[in-house]
């Protein structure tokens, strides 16, 4: 019951920014982390931004100084600087929540569905 919705991809030319927005919800007790990652069609998916709830962030070496991740509540942001045309991918918010079922607890990971966030002139 616990889910993940990204908005905020589009086009932008290279040198440009964009912003990305992840809204969690469901029967959500806390939230350990939350994340983006992205793919290439045909290629892995990788880690790009990390906050966990003690506000630590972790980022892939290829955005550090570029990216900005941050965290309000059950909202998780991106912030994208100088784009470049290889940050071109499906950008997938990620979360490793505490959560309830009948009242009973567990820790899942969720992924949303992905927003594609293109760089191009």
């Known amino acids: 019951q616990v889910q993940l919705v990204e908005s905020g991809g589009g086009l932008v030319q290279p040198g440009g920014s964009l912003r990305l927005s992840c809204a969690a919800s469901?029967?959500?007790?806390?939230?350990?982390?939350m994340g983006w990652y992205r793919q290439v069609q045909g290629k892995q998916r990788e880690l790009v931004a990390q906050?966990?709830?003690?506000?630590g962030t972790n980022y892939a070496d290829s955005v550090k100084d570029r990216f900005t991740i941050s965290r309000d509540r059950n909202m998780v942001y991106l912030q994208m600087n100088r784009l470049k045309p290889e940050d071109t991918a499906v950008y997938y918010c990620?979360?490793?929540?505490?959560?309830?079922?009948?009242?009973?607890?567990?820790?899942?990971?969720?992924w949303g569905q992905g927003t594609l966030v293109t760089v191009s002139s």
């Open positions: 990620n979360a490793v929540v505490v959560a309830t079922t009948f009242s009973k607890y567990s820790i899942v990971e969720v």
């Open positions: 469901g029967s959500i007790v806390s939230i350990n982390a």
């Open positions: 906050i966990t709830s003690g506000s």
